[in-house]
């Protein structure tokens, strides 16, 4: 066969693409392991940063590993608010149950505020003790915005009704419009609001423009982000849903009342 031959530019085109596709494919199967752990040490980062447990400055590996080293995880049941026994905190990956049949729930349009149409069953919660004594939780949560879908979480003092922080750690929204959920004046600006009213029901809202300051109710309000109504509305939504009825609401009843047993 010749070499400059149209079958030998071939042969050698397809023993080229070969090798390359092996060679690919051997580094992402190599690095797969190592793609998962920093996955996963991404997510305890941005976890830290929204409970102001750490700064960006202080976040390296080994401070994050350290100061995740206080908290303490667990799977519940949302529509229980009980413990799930059978799920490790370590291995369960909340966006897979939500697509799995056998472990995830159809939620019904009406009470969909965050728009996700579908959740896991099960989702876990993150708890902040010092000396056995639980200071901070840590609440998963996600929604849709106005072009994708908003993953962070929410922190919570002890009493379950004080925001400590919030973070997005994965979003797709507009630069300088939607994408000011990552503003740091504007996160900081949850700090001391509260989730609920007097009655524990869910009030806090993202409003259009700025809370004023002799606002009675500015307690439960956060200023919205500019050109970004729909943003704004998706942060309001996923608020009412996650520490809802639907969502997290019978964990945290049961928390209030003592009811969660001490990890």
Known sequence: ???????????TALVVCVVCSLLVSGSAVSLKEKQQANKKLDIKKNLLLASGLITEQ???????????????AQVIELATGEPAPDLSANTFDQRKAAKNPE????????????????RSKYSIVYQVKDNGQT?????PVHGKGLWSTLYGFIALASDLQTVE???FYEHKETAGLGGEVDN????????????????????????KGKVSPQD???????????GATITSNGVTGLVRYWFGPDGF???????????????
Do not use: C, H
């Not at 609401?249 to 969660?260: D, L, M, N």
């Open 165 to 167: 922080g919030i973070g």
């Open 58 to 72: 202080e976040a390296t590996a080994e401070n994050i590993e350290r100061a995740f080293a206080d908290i303490d």
């Open 135 to 139: 200071q901070m939780y840590i609440f």
């Open 1 to 11: 066969m010749q070499k400059d031959s149209v079958i030998g530019t071939l042969v």
């Open 249 to 263: 609401g019978p964990y945290i009843e049961k928390a209030r009342t003592a009811e969660v047993p001490a990890q």
């Open 216 to 226: 009675k109710n500015a307690d439960v309000k956060i200023d919205g982000l500019s």
């Open 103 to 118: 472990q995830n729930k159809q939620i019904d349009p009406k009470a969909d505020s965050a728009r996700i149409k579908q």
């Open 184 to 207: 740091p004046d504007w996160k900081a600006s949850w700090k001391g609001k509260k989730i609920y009213d007097d009655q524990f029901e869910v009030e806090l809202q993202v409003i």
